[in-house]
């Protein structure tokens, strides 16, 4: 039986959507190291897109505090790159990879920021292409989003918010996944 979640996956896949669902939902204590680093990049006055510009060692105690909180009793939901990674070990843990095609999720930043689809596109590319450099730099790994280290993988491509949210409770064995519906 689960008792904690990761969620992971490239820019706009529905991972913050998620997120914040089943935070609404399951009402565990969450943590996104995805919004900590955005509000630090906007704090410091730092680039999201450019990865290098972040600390190591933020990064690191950032991704290993999560680590140890996730080898502890409580429930929680955890929503990041690095998570569903941090949380290779540990089978309480149920590891979410959210997938989308990539016209889908410039689409979803085009609409989010008001840029051209194209622009969203850039960004998305610049971001990710630095971002794991880096993680790649700090972690000596490259296998961020690869499937095999998830036991749940949705594309979000066609699937709805609530259908996404559906699949995550009926994988914990929640019964309300096929009849709940959010306020």
């Known amino acids: ?34 919004y900590f680093f955005r509000d630090y990049a906007a704090a410091k006055h730092l680039s999201l897109e450019k990865a290098s510009e972040q600390s190591d060692q933020l990064t690191q105690i950032i991704d290993y505090g999560m680590g140890e909180l996730l080898k502890k009793k409580d429930n929680i939901i ?54 794991f450099k880096r993680l790649e730099e700090i972690y000596h790994r490259k296998d961020f989003v690869d499937p095999k280290n998830y036991n749940l993988v949705i594309d979000t491509t066609k699937s709805t ?11 914990l064995g929640r019964k309300e996944a096929n009849s709940q519906k959010l306020a």
């Not at 990539?102 to 609409?111: F, G, I, N």
């Not at 850039?122 to 630095?130: G, M, P, S, Y």
């Not at 918010?161 to 994988?171: A, W």
Request: net charge neutral; aromatic share 8%.
């Open 1 to 34: 039986m689960y008792d904690k979640i990761t969620i992971s996956g490239r820019v706009c896949t529905g991972k913050t959507t998620l997120f914040f669902d089943l935070q609404q939902k399951l009402i565990w204590p969450t943590f996104s190291a995805s």
């Open 78 to 131: 955890f929503e990041g790159w690095m998570t569903g990674i941090i949380a290779h070990d540990l089978p309480h843990v149920l590891r979410v990879l959210l997938t989308c095609d990539d016209d889908v999720r410039a689409r979803r930043l085009s609409l989010r920021e008001n840029l051209s689809k194209e622009v969203a596109l850039q960004k998305i590319t610049e971001r990710e292409v630095n971002l």
């Open 161 to 171: 918010p609530e259908e996404t949210l559906s699949l995550v409770l009926k994988t």
